[in-house]
């Protein structure tokens, strides 16, 4: 009889236990269990999730086709033998998928109760084609796609669970995405990284939380997305602006919109691109939530973009971050530093700016009076880091020179 010092307990753990052991190891271990004994051979393929990455195929492989056959090993074995569901399919491996493999093991997966599906970057002569099944799929709520293309019928797509959104290098038209967008009714996260197109990107949706976009767009339009609490917008060069509004410009038919806004992310692209027809003194409605900005890579001596910098700064009364990178500011830009020291300045005060970091300084005069215009108005600020990019920090004496409102304030000056 078998002993209860010798019994194999393991084994016979419940199947829900055994998989969220099983979770836990990287894929390629868990093969391994295969070889414990004729128990295990299949146990490995009945695992709810299943992360393919370069760990997973022999160092020996570097052709691209012949590593996307060492996965198909894998995959074939799994369609074989797995008799329960797979809630997540990543893959994560360089390589160059064959697209009818692809496409069949998509379609696989949309019959297992998929829950998230992750296609990161890989090598692909042309875009892959998509499966309608998966336009369809209930319970999916993590999507993130590379390297494909959006063709299904409308109304073929209809995400009811789709909480995350990702498309890096898809083709995919206007209309697509904004039904994709539209019909994705508990949609939260919304990324989109170099579409393929220019397009206009139209957001509608009432549960949309946050939004990141890094891509060439012809013009956006975050119309009915009322709960938008986080926007990173990256805006490549050569845009033309396709909607036109002359009660304030973009600043206020884009910006001015989003009420619960708490983080905002913006490239100086984008703000030539908000400041290109009028720029208000402040938005009509203020930013009474925005607690943290970050400003990319601000040409001061455009005053298109100081302009639409001051228009934030007025409709943000309870900022409590500033990040900001400046670039090719010119040693002397008379505009912009007259702007600075104007009295229309005079009554701009942040009363709630706790902290301000500013990188890439030269040391030039636009960005020592924007340094000073920012201590002598930040009465709470507690800390202002200055990094200059070069072998050397910005000269002590240019900082100390000035007076800043806080007595609390610490300067921190680095270099990299």
């Not at 009714?185 to 206009?200: A, F, G, Y």
């Not at 304030?248 to 919109?257: A, D, F, K, P, S």
């Not at 983080?263 to 409605?285: E, M, Y």
Request: hydrophobic residues 45%.
């Amino acid at each position: 009889m078998e002993t209860h010092k010798n019994r194999d307990r393991i084994s016979y753990l419940p199947w829900d236990v055994l998989d969220n052991i099983l979770l836990r190891l990287d894929l390629k271990e868990v093969v391994r269990t295969s070889i414990l004994s004729s128990n295990w051979r299949h146990k490995w393929t009945g695992i709810s999730q299943f992360v393919l990455h370069d760990k997973c195929i022999p160092k020996r492989i570097s052709d691209k086709v012949a590593r996307w056959e060492s996965i198909m090993e894998i995959i074939r074995q799994v369609q074989l033998c797995h008799d329960g569901a797979i809630e997540k399919f990543k893959l994560a491996a360089y390589c160059r998928p064959d697209h009818s493999d692809l496409d069949q093991w998509i379609r696989f997966l949309t019959g297992k109760g998929l829950k998230e599906l992750i296609l990161q970057e890989f090598d692909s002569v042309k875009r892959f084609n998509l499966p309608f099944c998966l336009f369809s799929s209930p319970l999916l709520n993590r999507l993130e796609l590379f390297g494909c293309r959006f063709k299904p019928p409308s109304a073929v797509i209809e995400f009811r669970s789709l909480t995350t959104l990702r498309l890096n290098r898809v083709c995919i038209s206007d209309r697509m995405l904004e039904c994709l967008v539209s019909n994705s009714p508990v949609l939260e996260r919304l990324i989109l990284l170099d579409i393929d197109h220019q397009i206009v990107l139209r957001i509608r949706n009432p549960n949309l939380k946050y939004l990141r976009v890094d891509s060439k767009f012809d013009d956006i339009c975050l119309e009915h997305s009322p709960l938008l609490a986080t926007v990173d917008i990256g805006l490549r060069v050569g845009v033309t602006p396709q909607f036109f509004d002359s009660g304030g410009g973009q600043l206020v038919r884009i910006i001015g919109r989003l009420h619960a806004l708490r983080k905002l992310t913006l490239s100086s692209a984008f703000l030539r691109f908000l400041g290109n027809i009028s720029v208000p003194d402040r938005l009509p409605t203020m930013l009474q939530h925005l607690s943290v900005l970050e400003l990319k890579d601000v040409r001061l001596d455009s005053m298109t973009e100081v302009m639409v910098c001051l228009c934030i700064f007025r409709s943000a009364p309870n900022l409590e971050k500033l990040l900001l990178s400046v670039a090719g500011t010119t040693a002397y830009s008379r505009p912009s530093v007259e702007f600075l020291i104007s009295q229309s300045l005079s009554n701009l005060y942040f009363e709630q700016l706790k902290e301000v970091s500013i990188r890439a300084v030269q040391g030039v005069i636009p960005e020592l009076m924007l340094i000073q215009f920012l201590l002598a108005r930040s009465p709470v600020l507690k800390k202002m880091t200055v990094v200059h990019y070069g072998s050397e920090r910005l000269r002590g004496e240019s900082l100390q020179q000035f007076v800043p409102a806080s007595k609390d304030v610490k300067i921190f000056n680095l270099s990299m």
